[in-house]
């Protein structure tokens, strides 16, 4: 598992790479909380986008960052799942309570109330 931390404003986005399981779920949970410190970053964006596996550790991650943020008043969204994930995610009742986005732009602008409005042609 690896995760790379990019910054826009107050969000941290945790673009994560790899498996998310039971080995990897502690040290991804450590990289993100010190980052948002270090950072000073209010808001967090979890980009799935490169995980290849999830498992109930990985909801762990994603439920404790959340009870974290609601506390300090922050939002978090979640971005970039494969089918796999968002089913994952779906069956555990995640998206009930963290909102999903296609991609960070999307989430940026629905942390920021922008919802960004979409077409097909």
Not at 31 to 54: H, R
Not at 69 to 80: E, F
């Amino acid at each position: 598992m690896e995760v790379i931390f990019r910054v826009s404003g107050d969000i941290l986005i945790s673009c994560i790479k790899g498996e998310v399981d039971h080995h990897s779920a502690m040290p991804l949970r450590q990289a993100i909380d010190k980052s948002m410190k270090a950072f000073g970053c209010s808001d967090l964006v979890l980009d799935f986008s490169g995980v290849e596996f999830m498992d109930s550790s990985g909801i762990g991650v994603v439920l404790g960052r959340y009870k974290k943020l609601q506390k300090s008043g922050g939002k978090i969204y979640i971005s970039g799942c494969s089918n796999y994930i968002e089913k994952l995610l779906d069956m555990a009742g995640v998206f009930s309570i963290v909102p999903k986005a296609k991609d960070f732009e999307s989430a940026a602008a629905m942390i920021n109330g922008q919802e960004q409005m979409s077409m097909e042609v």
